[in-house]
């Protein structure tokens, strides 16, 4: 399944390495970073996010995926495994 990750350059709560991680560990995702950016990129950079999100074909449905102390890498590749076995199944 196709998965966009976009991740302010300058987020605390989400720290870019952490947006690097699920890239690496999510096969055939893209990410986009965007400079100058904090936490919440939909707000503080709106054009450039909807810009990104409108590049996505209309068919995809977005899925946030939030990797923080509260919910570690492991348990989001694990959320992301079921997804990717659910879409095999159908």
């Not at 350059?9 to 991680?21: G, M, N, Y």
């Not at 709106?46 to 939030?66: Q, R, S, Y």
């Amino acid at each position: 399944m196709p998965t966009l990750i976009i991740n302010g350059e300058k987020d605390r709560d989400v720290p870019l390495a952490c947006a690097q991680k699920a890239h690496e560990c999510i096969a055939g995702s893209q990410l986009y970073v965007l400079k100058d950016c904090g936490h919440w990129p939909q707000r503080e950079m709106p054009d450039e996010f909807n810009h990104v999100v409108g590049k996505l074909p209309g068919c995809l449905k977005l899925t946030m995926i939030a990797c923080s102390p509260a919910l570690s890498l492991v348990r989001v590749l694990r959320v992301v495994k079921a997804r990717d076995r659910a879409t095999e199944r159908q």
